[in-house]
Structures are given as structure tokens and as C-alpha cells.
Nanobody
Framework: QLQLVESGGGLVQPGGSLRLSCVASGVRLDSYTIGWFRQAPGKEREGVSCFTSGGNTNYADSVKGRFTISRDNAKKTVYLQMNSLKSEDTAVYFC????????????????WGQGTQVTVSS
């Protein structure tokens, strides 16, 4: 059974950076597409970025040029480097796993972590 654990969230000022980590256990990470999602208070969970087993990536328009996704299969870890953070990036960030294409559709993901809080505020 694949299990995912996120870490790296916290409080950061606007313009600052954070790196989130998603560590997988139970199975080989390189067989899966790993996605990052976020959910702000009162809003639906939205896709942020994903990284397929074949090395393809996808980003939401709102984070292109600011966020970078990467993965280290040996460490079973996927990272989300977040730069130039804005107040609207404040949310709980989740990682999730599926198979196949570089999708940001929440409904296509089968395994989810518990989330890590990111707060961007001065």
C-alpha cells in the first residue's frame, strides 16, 4: 500500500521561498505520477503541479515560473520548490499519486497524503 507524507510547510513572508517534500513508502515511487495539490479555506482543492514516471511535468498557470517540481526516486521523494510566494499561495498542500499522464485533475488521483500548511503573510 502506497503511503505519502508531506513536510516542509510553514510561515513565510511574501516573496519568500519554501521547499515541500513528499516521501513515499510501501512501493516504488518511480511507477507513479506524483501531483501536488492545494486547498485554501473555503475553496476547492486544486492541482498545482505533477511529475510523471516518464519525466513529464505539468504546472497550473498560477504557479508557472515560480514553482518547480522534481523527484528523487532513490529517496522516494518528490519536491515542490516554491519561490516568489504570494499571499494567495496560502493553503494546505497535499501530494497525491496516480498512474499515467501528467494530470492535475484531483479525481484521477488514488492516494493522498495528510497535507502540510503553507502560510504566506507579512
Amino acid at each position: 500500500q502506497l503511503q505519502l507524507v508531506e513536510s516542509g510547510g510553514g510561515l513565510v513572508q511574501p516573496g519568500g521561498s519554501l521547499r515541500l517534500s513528499c516521501v513515499a513508502s510501501g512501493v516504488r515511487l518511480d511507477s507513479y505520477t506524483i501531483g501536488w495539490f492545494r486547498q485554501a479555506p473555503g475553496k476547492e482543492r486544486e492541482g498545482v503541479s505533477c511529475f510523471t514516471s516518464g519525466g513529464n511535468t505539468n504546472y497550473a498557470d498560477s504557479v508557472k515560473g515560480r514553482f518547480t517540481i522534481s523527484r528523487d526516486n532513490a529517496k522516494k521523494t518528490v519536491y515542490l520548490q516554491m519561490n516568489s510566494l504570494k499571499s494567495e499561495d496560502t493553503a494546505v498542500y497535499f501530494c497525491a499519486a496516480t498512474w499515467g499522464v501528467a494530470t492535475l485533475r484531483r479525481s484521477q488521483y488514488d492516494y493522498w497524503g495528510q497535507g502540510t500548511q503553507v502560510t504566506v503573510s507579512s
